[in-house]
Nanobody, 117 residues
Framework: QVQLVESGGGLVQPGGSLRISCAASGTIFSIYVMGWYRQAPGKQRELVAAIMPGGTINYADFVKGRFTISRDNAKNTVYLQMNSLKPEDTAVYYC???????????WGRGTQVTVSS
């Protein structure tokens, strides 16, 4: 069983930066695709970024050039560095893990990110 725990969310002003983290346990972290999703009130959950075991990265168009996903396999942790934050980035950010080609997803409980002045 994979356990995922997010941390690092909070309140930040527009244009500011924030780094959120997701610590994984209960599995061999390095073989999992790790992703960040977000869900704003009244909206569907959407993919923000994902990083493959080999390091290939995919970003949603709305975060390209602003957000950076990375992973530290030695620490079983995936990060999302968020720069130039906008009010529309306000959402609960969820960490996700899955094996390559698997349809079984594991989720964390989420961390709230609020961008407001």
């Amino acid at each position: 069983q994979v356990q995922l725990v997010e941390s690092g969310g909070g309140l930040v002003q527009p244009g500011g930066s924030l780094r959120i983290s997701c610590a994984a346990s209960g599995t061999i972290f390095s073989i999992y695709v790790m992703g960040w999703y977000r869900q704003a009130p009244g909206k569907q959950r959407e993919l923000v970024a994902a990083i493959m075991p080999g390091g290939t990265i995919n970003y949603a168009d709305f975060v390209k050039g602003r957000f950076t996903i990375s992973r530290d396999n030695a620490k079983n942790t995936v990060y999302l560095q968020m720069n130039s934050l906008k009010p529309e980035d306000t959402a609960v950010y969820y960490c996700n893990a899955r094996r390559v080609a698997s349809t079984t997803y594991y989720w964390g409980r989420g961390t709230q990110v609020t961008v407001s002045s």
